[in-house]
């Protein structure tokens, strides 16, 4: 069993940037390939960036390539999601989530655990 806790949300102008975290509790956390997905209101769940639990592997968003960068540190059960040059499109609800086995990118119906959520909203 993990448990996510996404924090690092809020207010930004478009072109600012902010640095998600997401920690884990639980064990083996470097066992666990991690997940960043967002939801904007009334629209579909979708994938951000994925990453797997050596760092080897990665997945964008074609949306968001060049401009976000996922990394974790599993010595503090923690994955990030830095975004830079934000855009209002980019306004979510900011999802975590873990997955226990191969790295599947962006296939969200395989993550296991989810966070409950970090809003982030781009002003323009």
């Known amino acids: 069993q993990v448990q996510l806790v996404e924090s690092g949300g809020g207010l930004v102008q478009a072109g600012g940037s902010l640095r998600l975290s997401c920690s884990a509790s639980?064990?083996?956390?470097?066992?666990?390939?991690m997940g960043w997905f967002r939801q904007a209101p009334g629209k579909e769940r979708d994938i951000v960036a994925a990453i797997s639990w050596s760092s080897k592997n990665t997945y964008y968003a074609d949306s968001v390539k060049g401009r976000f960068s996922i990394s974790r540190d599993n010595a503090k059960n923690t994955v990030y999601l830095q975004m830079n040059s934000l855009k209002p499109e980019d306004t979510a609800v900011y999802y975590c989530a873990a997955r226990r086995g191969p790295f599947v990118g962006g296939a969200q119906a395989k993550y296991d655990y989810w966070g409950q959520g970090t809003q982030v909203t781009v002003s323009s």
């Open positions: 639980g064990r083996s956390f470097s066992n666990y390939c």
